[in-house]
């Protein structure tokens, strides 16, 4: 296994830091800095109070947790991305799919973050791109 260093400020010292739940987790949890209620259908910014440093090469992925999501409540935009180059407040984008209002508690696990390597693209224009076997074909096309 292999650990890369991320530099991270902490807004509220009072706040866990995030953290792997298990040796086996892939994504740290992120915290709630603020209480709110996520009324049905509604989408809000919910701050974690902290800024991180990710090295470049990287990128950290924001998910959902499967908890909140068997209750209705996901990150709209999953996975949100933290590039390396950006230093404000990390806030998760939480949407309500329920029927009831979620509350959520300062404090609280609202979603996770997963360190991803990021590999960069050189595009070269081309006056036409090669075939392939499945070639134009889009939707549904290899099957239901």
Known sequence: MEWVEIEIEQLDSDLPLPQYMTRGSSGMDLYARRATTLFP???KLIPTGIKVGIPTGFELQIRPRSGLATQGVSVIN???TIDPDYRGEIKVILINFGEKPYL????????????CPVCYARLKVVNQLRRSERSHQGFGHTGR
């Not at 959520?104 to 360190?115: P, W």
């Open 41 to 43: 259908r509604q989408i």
């Open 104 to 115: 959520i508690k300062r404090g609280d696990r609202i979603a996770q973050a997963v360190l």
């Open 78 to 80: 999953s996975p949100g």
